[in-house]
T-cell receptor, first 116, second 115 residues
Framework: NAGVMQNPRHLVRRRGQEARLRCSPM?????VYWYRQLPEEGLKFMVY????????ESGMPKERFSAEFPKEGPSILRIQQVVRGDSAAYFC??????????????FGSGTQLSVL | AQKITQTQPGMFVQEKEAVTLDCTYD???????LFWYKQPSSGEMIFLIY??????QNATEGRYSLNFQKARKSANLVISASQLGDSAMYFC????????????FGTGTRLTVIP
């Protein structure tokens, strides 16, 4: 499967634990985006990364959330000390190019995070 | 102001009929792109169709077409000959300007196809 791969599909954490969400972009794509979707809402942009660089993190909460896209391996969205309000579906998307208006994003199947 | 507005939380359509899902957008950029994505119950986001602000013709992709009315800032999705498998959430999204990284999404419309 050459699509965007996210794991795990479902993640359950207790309040105060850490959540690590992984995303492998499509083959040949070097641009990764993370979105969050609350129930019955649209996707909200969190962060945009290229290899080893955070390009735009304007949608990331200032505390507890971080993202990386290392030279080797998947992109990681990390949420420290999770709270119940972090419960949501987290989607990763990738694209081949940046800056083109018509560049479509290819999405993974998402990770459903549930905080108990 | 919302960048993307989808005013229909839910829509029903009879199988084999056509249905229009509404989307209006708000931008002051001259160059922008409009997208529609489908999200079935399994959760993944599937790209359906794209319309560029400078495209003179409405985009079409199989049974999907985009009714683009620039002056009204609307980009409605038309699904012809609805099938049961079309039942899903549908999201309209926009990318503003050149060099923009972000897609702004609407709140979605849940379409149910009735046999």
């Amino acid at each position: 499967n050459a699509g965007v791969m996210q794991n795990p599909r479902h993640l359950v954490r207790r309040r105060g634990q850490e959540a690590r969400l992984r995303c492998s972009p499509m083959k040949g794509h070097s641009h990764v985006y993370w979105y969050r979707q609350l129930p019955e809402e649209g996707l909200k942009f969190m962060v945009y990364l290229q290899k080893e660089n955070i390009i735009d993190e304007s949608g990331m909460p200032k505390e507890r959330f971080s993202a990386e896209f290392p030279k080797e391996g998947p992109s990681i969205l990390r949420i420290q000390q999770v709270v119940r309000g972090d419960s949501a579906a987290y989607f990763c998307a990738s694209s081949q190019r940046q800056g083109q208006t018509n560049e479509k994003l290819f999405f993974g199947s998402g990770t459903q995070l549930s905080v108990l | 102001a919302q960048k993307i507005t989808q005013t229909q939380p839910g829509m029903f359509v009879q199988e084999k009929e056509a249905v229009t899902l509404d989307c209006t957008y708000d931008t002051s950029d001259q160059s922008y792109g409009l997208f529609w994505y489908k999200q079935p119950s399994s959760g993944e986001m599937i790209f359906l169709i794209y319309q560029g602000s400078y495209d003179e013709q409405n985009a079409t992709e199989g049974r999907y077409s985009l009714n683009f009315q620039k002056a009204r800032k609307s980009a409605n999705l038309v699904i012809s000959a609805s099938q049961l498998g079309d039942s899903a959430m549908y999201f309209c999204a926009m990318r503003e300007g050149l060099g923009a990284n972000n897609l702004f999404f609407g709140t979605g419309t849940r379409l149910t196809v009735i046999p």
